[in-house]
């Protein structure tokens, strides 16, 4: 992975994190677009609740983690969650399935791929703070270091304004890896599931799909094809403390390039 060894930290990162970790689960409002399928139709929203799994190349330390874990070289400013491939979000977040009409499922699971929008939102009721960011997703699968295109495309957006902070190499599977592992098998078994959004009716939808499975390979084919990191790239954060109700302040972030790194504005709250 490149890096941009001499850009510091976003002036947001610490505060966020920090603010993060009062809350009992990190969880967040996750919105993305499905875009519009016909001359009268109209771009919709879609919002739905996931969980901040860490940053990108520092995923934190977790003894029940069984996967080789990549040495502390890099450090980013950049959120990751993880999805099924076969959601809704996946198609949103992926250029290459953007034509989907609504209700249609596509014929394959999206490999590595994105650049779609999306805004992620947190509540801090311990500091009374809500966080707001914005910028492009990306999902990450099992052939993110292939020379795809849009597996290269992923990697040189992913890699923009990270930073090195140690010594040692970087792979790209063995981190996608980590975060699979660092799930628990009754979570990694969800990625088995019948197809989210497959009328019952219609069966499971294959051989090995099923409810309530886990999985302990981190290889497992079925749940490995599903998995991925997704990794959502942000180029403007919103804070806004109403911790002190005389006093309540918005502080705006805006990415404005690597050789610039981040402009700061107060704004009225």
């Excluded at 990751?80 to 596509?106: C, F, H, N, V, Y």
């Excluded at 699979?180 to 009754?186: A, D, Q, R, T």
């Amino acid at each position: 992975m490149s890096s941009a060894a001499a850009s510091a930290p976003a002036p947001w990162r610490a505060e966020f994190l920090s603010h993060l970790a009062r809350l009992e689960s990190p969880l967040c409002a996750l919105s993305t677009v499905r875009p519009a399928t016909g001359p009268s139709s109209l771009a919709t929203p879609r919002v739905r609740t996931v969980v901040f799994r860490g940053m990108w190349g520092s995923l934190a330390e977790n003894p029940k983690n069984p996967a080789p874990r990549n040495p502390p070289v890099f450090e980013s400013d950049h959120l990751t969650i993880t999805t099924d491939a076969r959601m809704d979000k996946a198609g949103e977040i992926a250029p290459s399935l953007l034509s989907l009409e609504e209700g249609d499922a596509p014929s394959d699971t999206p490999g590595t791929d994105g650049g779609g929008a999306y805004e992620a939102v947190f509540w801090v009721p311990d500091v009374m703070t809500q966080w707001r960011l914005s910028g492009k997703a990306y999902l990450l699968g099992p052939d993110v270091e292939s020379d795809d295109p849009r597996a290269v495309r992923v990697r040189e957006a992913v890699s923009r304004g990270v930073r090195t902070v140690g010594e040692g190499t970087f792979s790209w599977e063995r981190e996608v890896t980590a975060h699979f592992g660092n799930l628990s098998p009754g979570m990694r078994g969800t990625f088995r599931n019948p197809p989210p959004g497959r009328p019952v009716g219609e069966g499971a939808g294959g051989e090995g799909l099923g409810l309530g499975q886990t999985v302990e390979d981190l290889h497992d084919e079925i749940a490995r094809k599903n998995f991925r990191v997704v990794v959502l790239v942000p180029d403007d954060v919103d804070k806004v403390d109403l911790s002190d109700p005389e006093r309540a302040t918005r502080w705006r972030f805006r990415y404005v390039g690597d050789d610039d790194g981040w402009d700061t504005t107060e704004l009225w709250p």
